[in-house]
């Protein structure tokens, strides 16, 4: 919206001035990212806790003791990177092609464009951010934005994992 204000007359002359509220982005605003068309999520930053949670028995020694951090407002990828959006880079010469040396890697299989792009490294990683203006995220920012700014074990809460909650195996290669 618009504000006026009326400033008293100095030396004869009255002035109107006209304001204009210029507003920011809202969290959570979704934009496209042209050179990719990947949607970025606004986040608005903030201060949580960063590392072990309190009551997490199982962090690692790297985790620990965890402590108070603020992350600036960032975009960031609404979904991985995928294989379409990175044969774009790859194409436009800004990127290398990832490896195919594993069975695992999507890069040049047949219906896997919609994919998450797997098998790059972090400076093909690096470059692909450069290409769209951007950066990697800081371990901090990461965090941040898989808690929602939220003290919290798990990006749902703190209840254990199980099947229905994310996708993982046992230390065997079990499904769990």
């Not at 006209?18 to 982005?25: N, T």
């Not at 990175?86 to 290398?96: F, I, L």
Request: hydrophobic share 30%; charged share 20%; aromatic share 8%.
């Amino acid at each position: 919206g618009t504000s006026t204000v009326d400033i008293p007359a100095a030396k004869g002359v009255p002035v109107r001035v006209q304001l204009e509220k210029i507003l920011g982005p809202v969290a959570g605003q979704v934009s496209m990212e042209p050179k990719s068309g990947l949607e970025f999520s606004w986040l608005p930053g903030g201060t949580f806790h960063y590392g072990c949670e309190p009551g997490d028995s199982q962090c690692y020694d790297d985790e620990k003791p965890g402590r108070t951090v603020t992350v600036s407002p960032m975009k960031m990828g609404r979904t991985e990177v995928t294989v379409s959006a990175y044969r774009k880079c790859v194409d436009s010469g800004a990127c290398t092609a990832p490896s195919t040396d594993n069975l695992q890697c999507n890069w040049g299989k047949s219906g896997r464009e919609n994919h998450p792009v797997n098998c790059v490294d972090h400076a093909q990683a690096t470059s692909f951010c450069r290409w769209i203006g951007g950066r990697l995220p800081t371990a901090e920012e990461w965090e941040f934005a898989s808690k929602s700014g939220q003290s919290r074990i798990y990006p749902w809460g703190n209840e254990p994992m199980t099947g229905r909650r994310a996708n993982f195996c046992d230390r065997n290669g079990q499904q769990a």
